[in-house]
Nanobody, 127 residues
Framework: QVHLVESGGGSVQAGGSLRLSCVIS????????WGWFRQAPGKERERVSI??????????KYADSVKGRFTISQDNAINTLYLQMNSLRPEDTAMYYC??????????????????WGQGTQVTVSS
């Protein structure tokens, strides 16, 4: 049973920073892609940032709204994914979810592309 667990959320003032972590357990293989989504009340779940490994390359992608402020990284040795969030804004307030796709085909764009999800960690940014 593959299990993803996020941590690192919390409350912070605008301009502050947080680092989210996601650990995958019960899985020792590779993955096609993994990353972070977020969902604010009343809004659709959106892709924040992902890493994919298509064709032997490591590729990162970011939503326009977080470019230059957020950085995705990973430590494959401990099956951990990170999201460093700097210069946080109130509009970043959302539940943040870690997701992974292990099948080496298909897309890594929308929530339905990802078969495994964590429970979410809340990020709240106050002005």
């Amino acid at each position: 049973q593959v299990h993803l667990v996020e941590s690192g959320g919390g409350s912070v003032q605008a301009g502050g920073s947080l680092r989210l972590s996601c650990v995958i357990s019960h899985y020792t293989g590779g993955r096609y892609c993994w990353g972070w989504f977020r969902q604010a009340p009343g809004k659709e779940r959106e892709r924040v940032s992902i890493i994919d490994f298509f064709a032997g390359s490591t590729n990162t992608k970011y939503a326009d709204s977080v470019k230059g402020r957020f950085t995705i990284s990973q430590d494959n040795a401990i099956n951990t994914l990170y999201l460093q969030m700097n210069s946080l804004r109130p509009e970043d307030t959302a539940m943040y979810y870690c997701a992974a796709r292990f099948e080496w085909t298909g897309g890594c764009n929308v929530p339905s592309d990802f078969g495994y999800w964590g429970q979410g960690t809340q990020v709240t940014v106050s002005s």
